[in-house]
């Protein structure tokens, strides 16, 4: 069974950098099939994706999210991360790994000065 655990700052500035990690332990982001995503929760609204990892390495991103956001992964570490640049009080939000049917319990990233 595939298991997500996500990681981050908590709190970040306005413009500020945002970093999170997916460590992914019971499959492999460089063998299983599905994409490794990133999809986030503000408060009171619905679920966006933002981007995806596949086993190749390559990604894909949402049109709203692309100018943004940047995922990346480290096969050695089994390990998925999320950056996203020039962060804004919209993007408070919980974020989550997700792989097919498989969740995080996600993180809290709170953008505020």
């Known amino acids: 069974q595939v298991q997500l655990q996500e990681s981050g700052p908590g709190l970040v500035k306005p413009s500020q950098t945002l970093s999170l990690t997916c460590t992914v332990s019971?499959?492999?982001?460089?063998?299983?099939?599905?994409?490794w995503n990133w999809i986030r929760q503000p408060p009171g609204k619905g679920l966006e994706w933002i981007g995806a990892i596949d086993y190749r390495g390559s990604s894909y991103y949402s049109s709203s999210l692309k100018s943004r956001a940047s995922i990346s992964g480290d096969n050695a570490k089994n390990t998925v991360y999320l950056q996203m640049n020039s962060l804004k009080p919209e993007d408070t939000a919980v974020y989550y790994c997700?792989?097919?049917?498989?969740w995080g319990q996600g993180t809290q990233v709170t953008v505020s000065s």
């Open positions: 997700n792989y097919y049917t498989y």
């Open positions: 019971g499959g492999s982001i460089s063998t299983d099939y599905y994409y």
